[in-house]
């Protein structure tokens, strides 16, 4: 469905996910006043989580009405994409105690970024349609051409289902659904296999030999808090309690990683997303692993006929070159 920025969207009560890719100051703003300004005048609640020059842009575009917005660098809002999807839902439940409509100009942040942080940001980019699909949030991601690669532009009409230019919003036809989008990068770059030479724990269901093994091998590999790392396994083990039969787990170190391995030959994960969306007062399965993404620098999930894996990585410790890397 094709809609204006102009108030005549049809998806109010649902979230509205927009990309806006501008190539001067001048498209920027021509997206983004006119998004900022029409809010203000529905009264809605009014967020911009951009760049610094951008920010200084629209408080000046807006002049007077400065106050009414909120501004935020939008890398307040985490540098991990788990922390952005909740912080959002943190704004969103914030604001919407004050009434109107949330409206967030969200601008990902993408240099300086690996090969690897790129693929999860598309990947949170494609998230958000389901983490904040409860919300009345309207966000448009705007995406600067001057900087940002053309690969990364082409593929944020795969996570986002409509384009904004201006006032105008027009329907992206490449646009995935969201498990469909993340079963096939999935597909596209598998999970090395285990470091066979880690200690292997059999976790069935009980917790406290889980957490166990898990800070002390954690302690072992140098970790500095193994107790964030206990508190993720646990919560990991609780989940694939209520998936499938017993899970092997690993913990080993790698030249840029602690990882920590969950597989269980019988489970299956249906949900990519699962632990992206934020708990509330009702429980929801998943819930678990919103914890432990909180508490990782990332976390994996493959589900194949050969069983589904969870894997956590954290931060390698300082004396990493202490550790010979898995060879």
């Given amino acids: 469905m094709s809609?204006?920025?102009?108030?005549?969207?049809?998806?109010?009560?649902?979230f509205l996910h927009q990309a806006s890719v501008y190539g001067s100051d001048a498209d920027f703003l021509a997206m983004a006043l006119p998004f900022v300004q029409e809010g203000l005048d529905a009264g809605d609640q009014v967020l911009v989580a951009s760049t610094a020059v951008n920010i200084d842009l629209i408080g000046g575009a807006l002049g007077d009405r400065g106050d009414e917005a909120e501004f935020a660098?939008?890398?307040?809002?985490?540098?991990?994409p788990p922390q952005r999807v909740a912080g959002f839902h943190r704004y969103w439940c914030r604001a919407r105690r004050r009434g109107g409509r949330v409206r967030v100009l969200a601008e990902p942040v993408w240099t300086d970024r690996a090969e690897r942080d790129v693929a999860d940001w598309h990947r949170?980019?494609?998230?958000?349609?389901?983490?904040l699909a409860g919300t009345d949030m309207w966000m448009i991601c705007p995406y600067d051409a001057r900087m940002v690669p053309a690969a990364i532009l082409a593929e944020a009409r795969h996570t986002h289902p409509s384009m904004v230019?201006?006032?105008e919003s027009r329907d992206c036809p490449e646009y995935t659904d969201p498990v469909a989008?993340?079963?096939?990068?999935?597909?596209?770059a598998p999970l090395p296999a285990p470091c066979e030479d880690a200690p292997e724990f059999v976790?069935?269901?009980?917790?406290?030999p889980l957490r166990r093994f898990v800070a002390d091998r954690a302690a072992?590999?140098?970790?500095?808090?193994p107790a964030d790392a206990a508190t993720a396994a646990g919560e990991v083990g609780t989940y694939l309690s209520q998936v499938g039969g017993p899970a092997q787990v690993r913990l080993w170190l790698?030249?840029?990683?602690?990882?920590?391995?969950?597989?269980?030959e019988s489970g299956r994960i249906a949900d990519p997303f699962a632990g992206f969306r934020p708990p509330d007062l009702r429980p929801r399965p998943g819930d678990e692993l919103w914890l432990a993404r909180q508490l990782s620098e990332r976390l994996e999930i493959r589900s194949t006929g050969e069983g589904c894996t969870v894997r956590l990585f954290w931060r390698p410790p300082r004396s990493v070159e202490r550790y010979a890397p898995r060879g």
Avoid: K, W
């Fill in 124 to 131: 949170v980019e494609s998230g958000l349609n389901v983490a």
């Fill in 254 to 264: 790698e030249p840029d990683a602690v990882v920590c391995d969950f597989h269980q």
């Fill in 3 to 14: 809609a204006g920025v102009d108030g005549s969207i049809s998806h109010l009560g649902s």
């Fill in 203 to 208: 976790f069935a269901d009980d917790l406290r």
């Fill in 220 to 225: 072992v590999l140098g970790m500095a808090d």
């Fill in 73 to 80: 660098e939008t890398g307040s809002f985490g540098r991990r």
């Fill in 181 to 188: 989008y993340a079963r096939e990068r999935d597909a596209a």
């Fill in 165 to 167: 230019v201006g006032r």
